[in-house]
Structure formats: structure tokens, C-alpha cells
């Protein structure tokens, strides 16, 4: 079962997600235990795997850290759901063929806890726990691309072989 | 069809005619900058996947800085990847320390930042060159590691936005506070995907240095890039400062240019601006905030730690002394031999700073005046996120050098003004 973790906030930033001073090392497993420390000191050990962050506007702005993403997918956290991203954000999540979604009423339509069921394909989040189903706009096809290929380097790695 | 300064010159980037917002487009890279906390994954991710090679040795810049000289066993082993790295593939622009310093001071500085080229970089503030007509953005990790192996990335043209800088900045305000007036009116997310760009008569007064603190911050505004057009001040800065690769093209937006939106600004009424916490666009007058007792005060980072910021500051410190703790970071070696050399080192330890070596240090709560819980600091910093210098419970105030310095002397925000 997915859970919900909604923070209704805008403007989480990456170093709300991980703090620089973790940023001495880019060991995945290490990101993980302080991932969105400054935020929520409780979310690590609430978060299972398969979980959804759902957040407000410009998620993940600030630094350009892809520390961010990469705490975040290690945590288990399978997608983030947020009304927008901030731009760099964005580009490291499909540049790690890590699936976000963009959708304005997220915040009201989520509450924290709910148990969400995505259907990337169809562009479909169903809230079995509200019992509504919520559309929303997949990401774009050059995105889609990058994120089938398993990230741009994995994409990049193939076209030279 | 007419066309921004930043459509121009993603459409010669990518080969194109002309380009238009929202389009995706396969630009070429003339500079890919790297740093010592993101380049070593983009490394990393290259080796793992067999593509280790660099797309040309004299186009790549690698300095450390963020936690350099290393601060710790494991940001030591960030500067040994990046160092092996780095040898291996005799990358042409490798600054080691002593002559490392803060990226988005130093390659201006050392003439690596020429208008019309496209520069990225795996640092946020990588928009700072804008200043010179160039097109920069800050990218990620993996970003970086395409840029060093194949020299192309992808774009989504952006939208661009414009920002009309009129009248003139009267005394004690600087440069800094316009880009705080600025983001406080528009919001973090103000400009978000979108080209900032820079116009107005007050803009054409700044130094380049100035100009460089502005377009620093567009990131703070959520902007893909800042972009400030060509002058003479440009040309003059460009003259002393190019080496090896001394022309460029010079790009210009059309008269008839679309643009998203305009937002007009009157710098003569914009006074001494503080960014309380916790975000960038907190900025208010100094007048509803001083008085506001800090623990610290910092000068130094890619966006106020260059020459003219430690003249600013040094003039207000003269013959007084701190009342806090105040920590000066001069962005590069450069910088830090012309603050030596001009005497203002020496007004520093009198009032009773610390000079650090060149370094992002503290701006990101790495180290050189890291905050405790509940302290406050004002800061020339571009960030007061929760945490951004230290403690989550610390808080951070963004300001100019001069605000800082006068505040550093009363040991609460304090209005320049009376220290001119």
C-alpha cells in the first residue's frame, strides 16, 4: 500500500530535503537517513517503500543538489506529486528516471495518510482512501523517454554502444 | 520573428535559425564548470556506465570550493575524486588551491565567461554569468556528466520576463538590494522557468561586480537564467579579463521581443533591503527591521564576496570595532591578495573580524561560521532557508555588505546609511 505524506507547504526547498551539511558524501544509503531532515525529523522512519510525497508550489527549489532526488528515491518514496516544481528539480528527477507528477489540486485533494494507486500510463491517481479518482497530465514525451531508458546517462550510455 | 537575447542564444547553441519558448532544443556547451560536492557523482555515474571521457579538455573549468579546504575526512575524499579526476583528463582550467576559489567569482575573474556562449555548471547560482550576455544555468549531477562526455544537453527554450531598472541608487543602497527589492516583490517562484532579464538605466550605471549580484539571485526567483545585455562596462571588464579566447558574439533582444511579462522598478525609492527568514523574497526595508539583535555576520559567497563588496565594507568598518562575530570571505585567491594588498585586511583585524581563506565556507552551513540553534546572522549570502547556515533553528538574514558591516558594528540590523 502507498501512503501519502503531504506537506500542504510551498517552497520545500533541497536543503530542507538534505542539508548541506550531509552533502560530504553522494552515498546514497547515507542521503537516506537524513532525508528531509529539516523538515520533518519523523519522515524517515514513517516512510515505506512505495510511499508519495505531496507537496505545494516550486517544489525542491534552491540548490541544484541532485542529493535531493536521490535521498528521496532511496527513502522507497515511489513518486512526488506536487502542485509545481522548481526547474532544477524537475530536470534531476527525469534526468534519474524518477517518475514526479505535476497537479495543481494535489495539496486539497490528498491528506496525509490517504492510500494512493498511480497508473502512470493512464495518468490516473486513485485515493482509495477518499474513494476519488484524480487526473493528471503525463509528463511530457521527451521526459517519458528519458525516464524509460532508466535516466539521461543510461540513455546516453545506450546510443553510444 | 523577433527574438530575446536568450532565445538568440540557445538558437545558436542548437544549430537553429530561430527558436521559440516552450521548444526543446539540443544545445552545445562552450563551458561546463564543476565544483567539488556535485562533480564527483557526475563523475561517479560516467565511470559506472563505461562512458569516462570529457568532451573537451580546455572547455571544462574545475575548481573546489564549497567545503574546500576540505573540511572533513569525506569532503577530502570529494576533493580526491575530483583531483584523480581531473589529472587524468588534463583538464586545461584545473584550479587547485591557492588558486581555487568561489566558481561563480572565479571564472569571470580568471576570463573564462565570454558573451553569447553557453555555460552550465552543477551549482544553482551558475546563472551569476548572465552579467556578461552569456547564457548560464545551473544543472545537476547528472546533467554535468552528459555535459562532460558529450558536450550537448537538452533545453526548454524558456519564456522570458523583463525587469526594468529605472531611476538611480541612492546612497547605501547597492546592487543587492535591488535584486532583494526585486524578489520580494515577484516571489521565489516568481520567474520560475523563465529568462530574468535586466534592463534600465539604474543597470547601466552598475559595475560589472554589481550586475553579477543580480543576476546571482535569479535562481532565488526560480529563473532558469539571468541575462544583463552587452556595454561598454562589459567590454572593459572583458578587456582586462580574457586570456587565451578573446572573441565573442555579442547578442542583443529585438525591439519587438515578446516577453511574459514586465515588471518596472523605481531603484531611487528602494532603500537598504534585509531578507528576513525563511526565504529569499523576505526582504523589507532596513527601517522595519533594524534593530534586530544577530549573533554573527558574514561577508563573503558567489554573491557579495568579490573586491568591491570587501571595499564597501571595509569603508564602514574603519576605526570600529564588531560587536559580534564577523567572518570575512574573500571569494577568491585573487580577491584575497587585492584586500591584502590594499589595506583592508588590516581595517578588518582592527574592528575585529576573522579573515577565512577563499570558500563557500558557511553560506551553506558547511563550515567557517556554522550557526548554533536559536542564533542569528546577517549575512551577504543569496539564502535564509531553514538551516541554510547551520542549526534548523538558526536563522539567517540576507542583506548587503554594507548593511552587514554596520550591523556587524551595532551587533543588530542597522542601517548603513549613518556609516557613509
Known sequence: MSKAHV??????????????????????????????????????????SGDIIVSGEDFGCGSSREHAVWAIRGAGVQTVIAKSFARIFYRNAINNGFYIIELPEAPEKINDGDELE?????????????????????????ALEIIEAGGLLNKLAKKNC | MAMTITEKMLAKAAGKEKVAPGQLIDAKIDIVM???????????????RGIDRVFDKEKIVVTPDHFQPAKDIKSAELHKRLDEWARRHKIKHYYKIGRAGVCHALLPEQGHIRPGEVIVGPDSHTCTYGAFAAFSTGIGSTDAAAAIATGQ?????????KIVLNGSLGPGVYSKDIILAIIARIGVDGALYKAMEFVGPALAKMSMEARMTITNMAIEAGAKNGII???KETKQYLDEHLRDKTNYTIFESDKDAKYDSVEEFDCSAIEPMVALP???SGGVPIGDCAGKAMDQAYIGSCTNGRIEDLRIAAKILKGKQVAIRTIIVPATPTIW???????????????????AAPTCGACLGGFMGVLAAGEKCVSTTNRNFVGRMGHPKSEVYLASPATTAASAIEGKLADPRKYL
Open chain 1, 7 to 48: 506537506y500542504k507547504r510551498d517552497h520545500i526547498n533541497t536543503d530542507e530535503i538534505i542539508p548541506a551539511r550531509y552533502l560530504n558524501t553522494d552515498d546514497e544509503a547515507e542521503l537516506v537517513k537524513h532525508c528531509l531532515e529539516d523538515l520533518d525529523t519523523d519522515f524517515v522512519n514513517k516512510v515505506q
Open chain 1, 118 to 142: 498511480i497508473d502512470y500510463k493512464a495518468g490516473l491517481i486513485k485515493n482509495k482512501t477518499a474513494g476519488i479518482d484524480i487526473k493528471f497530465a503525463p509528463l511530457p514525451d521527451f
Open chain 2, 229 to 231: 545585455g552587452f556595454d
Open chain 2, 34 to 48: 564543476c565544483v567539488d560536492v556535485t562533480t564527483p557523482p557526475a563523475i561517479s555515474m560516467l565511470a559506472e
Open chain 2, 278 to 280: 525563511h526565504l529569499p
Open chain 2, 337 to 355: 591578495k587585492q584586500a591584502k594588498d590594499e589595506g583592508l585586511f588590516d581595517i578588518f583585524y582592527d574592528a575585529g573580524c576573522v579573515i
Open chain 2, 153 to 161: 544537453l537538452w533545453f526548454k527554450v524558456p519564456a522570458s520576463m
